[in-house]
């Protein structure tokens, strides 16, 4: 691998690291700071109390999920040095696309708790993005029984 391609490619895993951190500190932010604040929000609108702490469990899961993501990325990124094309990525790949997706319903799903349509255009994003990470795992696996195939052959 070149210097240009080393160089982008810790770069890239600095910036998934960073995002991991700064996820860690949401996660804290949630429930240091937030929860009052939607506690409160939701008692002024008569509802029950329980609102809130689904709220709260549903942007923990969120972020929980983005962090699965961003750690299964980290490990992926380290097998560009060698070989990509392999089993253990295509799982991942899968995974990510499923761990996205529940993301996306999950963020749907505060709908029923308190109505904001930007719930639906974040999870539209991140809907798409789960697909893509699905139809790309099958890519891989295509990718992976070609070279498997390959490898057999003298």
Do not use: W
């Not at 990124?77 to 761990?99: E, S, W, Y």
């Amino acid at each position: 691998m070149n210097e240009n391609n080393r160089f982008l490619n810790r770069f890239v895993q600095g910036c998934i690291v960073f995002g991991m951190l700064a996820g860690v500190a949401l996660i804290v932010d949630i429930f240091v700071v937030e929860m009052p604040i939607v506690t409160s929000f939701f008692a002024a609108e008569n509802k029950p109390q329980y609102y809130a702490v689904l709220a709260g469990i549903i942007a923990s899961l969120c972020l929980l999920g983005g962090e699965y993501i961003a750690a299964t990325l980290f490990c992926m990124m380290g097998t560009l040095d060698k070989d990509p094309f392999v089993q253990k990525n295509v799982d991942a790949l899968r995974r990510m696309g499923i761990v996205a997706l529940v993301i996306a319903l999950l963020g749907i799903g505060t709908l029923f708790l308190h109505p904001v349509p930007l719930a639906v255009i974040a999870a539209l994003p991140v809907a798409m993005c789960g697909l893509f990470s699905l139809v790309l795992s099958r890519v891989f696996a295509k990718a992976v029984a070609y070279k498997q195939e390959n490898d057999l052959t003298i």
